[in-house]
């Protein structure tokens, strides 16, 4: 009965609201002055349609399951960004904004048997329980967890907080399943997972987490912690972020734009949303030269940041375009925890180009795949495969000209490290042999055996260097398992790629999964080309103006 009652009275609000606010963008306002649409006649629509269903229909009927499918529907017709959202995801959705959740605090990652624990979080119930890497789910509250997914572990470990979740594992070099019930609690869900130096005193921020409450106080701190080691200039990697809370997008470009300067103009129907300008706020003003790093991972709240920054020229934008949301969202709560995202105005950078590129073919599916990353076709376009620019060029500072309805179009381009198939299977088998390696199973490599992550998140130049002893023991380890479909003549034709996979895996095994990912950062091609950029970004700094 609540689940029928939840139905009518989400679609009714979705619906009256949806017809009040005038939001149909593709039924003119008009429809409703002659009488072919109004408020009262679309519910009755719904609800005797709703009757018919549950007087005729021959199965069992979840009237939640149909209304939230009505919902989504209904939604999506408007555009690809309005979507609703369950109880679940709603709570999730809260619990992404106030960078904090609760659940047991480990990283996981899912590899071809199973999902395994990938790293700790320190701190948290994970690390007083004494899970490890390497640390392979078998059961979660007495269901078998062999064939989950990493997003079904995620979601049975996570709960509500001082609950308690039972988890069995299976830990290399120990015969039996170890069982542990750890009770939830918070786990802190960072904006900025990982800073460190690189050469030159260019300093790394990797910004990937989204824009969540406290984005501009890490961004701060790790300035901050970066200047104390000699940082001359800023990488600021946006890569894969998608997005989130915009007042603090507006603080992160507050950070290079003086206070007063308009980051980003909001434009929509409504009175709330109509035409607005958000400006600069704040005395914290970097005067650092800046390299700002995108991909097709970074969208809305990181499209905004890159965007002023490349309008005002006040920093060099490297990698490959952007995802291209420039549609506005505000978050309406429904009955029973439920609620969705309604598009309500779009986003323009300072100088008016429009981030949002054209969702007008109506598919949903081919809005998002068709920028599923593929960096290196993307970096290196060919005459016909070139996006034509669409609409109105924009002249910004220092009379670059950039075109609107495509997101950021880097001003360097930079090619992802190719992933390939074989690199894939190299990866997995370096997580294979790292997991034996540092529970003592490897033999003559018994030293590296250890017992905890020590939660290091920096690793120096000498660290887990891999020599010839360790990787012939890898080579060995690889041509033994059948199940990864290596050979030596694959291994002889990826030394290098080889050297670094492991490197990061027993960096993260023995510090963290931040320390990890610096190895790989160290030779990414586009953090390389980042680098490069500096001299280009020191040049805007000196030249650098905000008048329009």
């Known amino acids: 009965m609540m689940s029928k009652k939840f139905g009518l009275i989400a679609i009714i609000l979705v619906i009256l609201g949806a017809v009040f606010g005038g939001v149909f963008g593709r039924l003119p306002i008009q429809s409703l002055a002659d009488g072919s649409l109004t408020p009262e006649k679309t519910v009755a629509d719904y609800r005797e349609a709703l009757e018919v269903i549950d007087r005729n229909y021959a199965g069992k009927i979840d009237h939640e399951k149909i209304s939230e499918s009505s919902i989504q529907s209904m939604l999506w017709t408007l555009d690809p960004h309005s979507a609703f959202f369950t109880r679940g995801e709603f709570r999730k959705l809260y619990e992404d904004q106030q960078s904090q959740f609760y659940g047991i605090g480990v990283s996981i990652l899912q590899h071809r048997d199973g999902v395994y624990v990938q790293s700790i979080i320190p701190n948290t119930p994970a690390d007083k329980a004494g899970l490890r890497y390497g640390d392979r789910f078998l059961e979660i509250e007495g269901k078998d967890a062999k064939d989950y997914t990493s997003a079904e572990v995620s979601k049975n470990v996570r709960g509500e907080r001082g609950t308690t979740v039972n988890i069995k594992i299976g830990r290399a070099g ?268 490897i033999k003559s490599f018994e030293s590296y055996k250890i017992d905890k992550q020590n939660y290091n998140s920096r690793v120096q130049a000498n660290d887990f260097q891999i020599n010839d002893k360790l990787l012939e023991a890898f080579r060995a380890f690889v041509l033994k398992d059948k199940e990864n479909g290596l050979s030596a003549e694959n291994l002889n034709g990826q030394i290098d790629y080889i050297k670094s996979r492991l490197r990061e895996e027993i960096a993260t095994a023995n510090y963290s999964s931040e320390a990890g990912q610096q190895v790989l950062l160290e030779t990414d091609p586009q953090v390389l080309k980042a680098i490069d950029a500096v001299p280009e970004a020191k040049k805007l700094l000196g030249s650098f103006t905000v008048s329009k």
């Open 174 to 441: 120990v015969d039996k399943p170890l069982e542990f019930n750890i009770v939830r609690g918070g786990v802190p869900l960072p904006s900025i997972r990982n800073y460190f130096m690189l050469r030159d005193g260019a300093g790394y921020v990797g910004l990937n987490g989204g824009f969540q409450e406290t984005t501009a106080q890490e961004l701060d701190e790790a300035i901050s912690e970066l200047k104390k080691q000699g940082m001359k200039s800023l990488i600021l990697d946006l890569r894969n972020n998608p997005g989130g809370l915009l007042p603090q997008a507006i603080e992160v470009v507050s950070r290079f734009v003086p206070r007063g300067q308009t980051v980003v103009s909001v434009k929509g129907r409504s009175r709330d949303t109509q035409s607005r300008e958000l400006r600069a706020v704040g005395d914290k003003t970097q005067d650092l030269p800046l390299v700002v790093m995108i991909n097709g991972g970074s969208a809305s709240a990181s499209e905004i940041v890159a965007g002023a920054i490349q309008d005002y020229g006040r920093g060099v934008v490297v990698g490959t375009d952007s995802f291209g949301k420039g549609l506005v969202q505000r978050v309406f709560p429904l009955p029973f925890g439920t609620g969705l995202t309604l598009t309500t105005a779009r986003y323009y950078t300072p100088y008016g180009r429009s981030l949002q590129r054209d969702y007008s073919s109506g598919s949903i599916y081919d809005y998002y795949t068709q920028h599923s990353e593929n960096d290196e076709d993307k970096a290196s376009p060919t005459p016909d495969t070139k996006p034509k620019p669409i609409g109105i060029p924009v002249k910004t500072a220092g009379g670059r000209v950039y075109n609107g309805g495509r997101g950021i179009e880097p001003d360097l381009k930079a090619p992802a490290l190719s992933f390939t198939p074989l690199r894939y299977r190299i990866n997995e088998a370096a997580f294979f042999f790292v997991r034996q390696l540092v529970a003592g199973q």
